[in-house]
Nanobody
Framework: QVQLVESGGGLVQAGGSLRLSCAASGRTSSIYVMGWFRQAPGKEREFVAAMKWSGGSGFYADSVKGRFTISRDNAKNTVYLQMNSLKVEDTATYYC??????????????????WGQGTQVTVSS
């Protein structure tokens, strides 16, 4: 099993920045892809970003491309989501997710086996 623990959410003003962290434990060697998703009240869960656990470039939703960056720290088994130039519409609960399947479709939430507890991000105007 894989356990994911998120941190870093909070309240920021529009234009500000936050960095979310997702620490993985357990059978981390089985992880192939890590993703970030978000869900606002009354809306479906939305893909934000993903990357291979082994490293490399990230894959981003058009809505956050150029503003958000996904990265990893191998020594800490942690994946980050750096969020810059935040907008009110970025307000949501943010979740990290992991999956072991090489053929996982990265932007589809139901493809992922493991999920963090979620962390709230609120952007005020």
């Amino acid at each position: 099993q894989v356990q994911l623990v998120e941190s870093g959410g909070g309240l920021v003003q529009a234009g500000g920045s936050l960095r979310l962290s997702c620490a993985a434990s357990g059978r981390t060697s089985s992880i192939y892809v890590m993703g970030w998703f978000r869900q606002a009240p009354g809306k479906e869960r939305e893909f934000v970003a993903a990357m291979k656990w082994s490293g490399g470039s990230g894959f981003y939703a058009d809505s956050v491309k150029g503003r958000f960056t996904i990265s990893r720290d191998n020594a800490k088994n942690t994946v980050y989501l750096q969020m810059n130039s935040l907008k009110v519409e970025d307000t949501a609960t943010y979740y990290c997710a992991a999956d072991s399947n090489v053929f996982t479709t990265w932007h589809i939430a139901n493809q992922y086996d493991y999920w963090g507890q979620g962390t709230q991000v609120t952007v005020s105007s």
